[in-house]
């Protein structure tokens, strides 16, 4: 299910480097300022790409709170449950864009960045979109790694108090999990945090200062905003990359642990026939 799920991110990753280029492409442009075809649906797209992509962290959160905390309801786990959460992903992302279009001038040409996007001066529309695109997966996604840490050191403490020999392996092993989930909330809070914290210093800025905007402001949005899905992307990769091998070494330290189990029975098993034996004769 993973695997599905990090395809969903790739696409709209993809999705978002395509309208990332094409703005590139027209902004170059030497008649970039009178000749912007389509402008408000490639604004459109800029919003839906950039919902797309922070509501498919959230659903990989979601996705792992499943399978950590209720695994036992088999429905969740189920790939129709996963495919109803991307269908779900993809609807929020197109419909939240719906809400500026019915805004004046808060979608189109911003000439200081050349670019059609958001316009930052439109204050309300600006302001719904940072929350519904990055304030709410932000938060559901740390509330959901929050949840599954504390329950993960939960789980081994309650372990912990039935078999002390499993003591090492199952701290090497939750230490990994926790290891995890701290790399995932860090790549997530830095990367949203870089992306968003500059359109929201511009969208301040330009609604409660008098003094205009530097230029430079508004293409450090934009670009900072490339940059943070960028380097999601590679360090999300990077990190199922890491833990298709951290996976693959539990199962091997697993099956030395049955295999040391095992061996362990059978000496007990043979001492107490040997032991019956000696009480025999």
């Not at 499943?66 to 959460?85: C, D, G, P």
């Not at 092993?173 to 945090?193: C, D, P, W």
């Not at 003094?211 to 990077?238: D, E, Q, R």
């Amino acid at each position: 299910m993973s695997n599905l799920l990090a395809c969903n991110t790739s696409v709209a990753i993809i999705f978002y480097l395509i309208v990332a280029i094409s703005a590139s492409i027209y902004g170059f442009r030497q008649d970039w300022a009178w000749n912007s075809p389509l402008c408000i649906l490639r604004a459109y797209s800029f919003i839906v790409a950039l919902g797309a992509i922070c509501y498919s962290f959230s659903i990989q959160s979601l996705s792992r709170l499943f399978f950590v905390i209720h695994y036992k309801l088999k429905y969740l786990l189920t790939w129709r449950a996963h495919s109803i959460m991307i269908i779900s992903n993809w609807l929020i992302s197109l419909l939240i864009p719906i809400v500026p279009l019915f805004i004046d001038e808060s979608l189109g040409l911003e000439k200081e960045s050349r670019s059609c996007i958001l316009k930052t001066n439109a204050f309300t529309a600006a302001i719904f979109c940072m929350i519904m695109i990055i304030g709410i997966p932000l938060n559901v996604s740390t509330m959901i790694y929050c949840s599954i840490l504390y329950h993960a050191r939960q789980s081994i403490h309650r372990v912990l108090r039935f078999d002390q020999n499993m003591n090492k392996y199952k701290t090497i092993h939750n230490a990994k999990r926790e290891v995890k989930i701290v790399q995932i909330l860090l790549v997530q809070t830095a990367g949203t945090s870089c992306g968003g914290i500059i359109f929201l210093i511009n969208v301040f800025w330009q609604a409660l200062s008098e003094i205009p905007l530097p230029k430079y402001m508004f293409l450090l949005g934009v670009n900072l905003t490339t940059i943070s899905v960028s380097f999601m992307s590679i360090a999300h990769f990077m990190l199922n990359t890491q833990t298709i091998f951290e996976s693959s070494e539990d199962a091997y330290d697993s099956r030395l642990l049955d295999e040391y189990q095992r061996f362990q029975m059978k000496r007990c098993i043979a001492d107490f026939v040997i032991f019956d034996e000696e009480i025999l004769l």
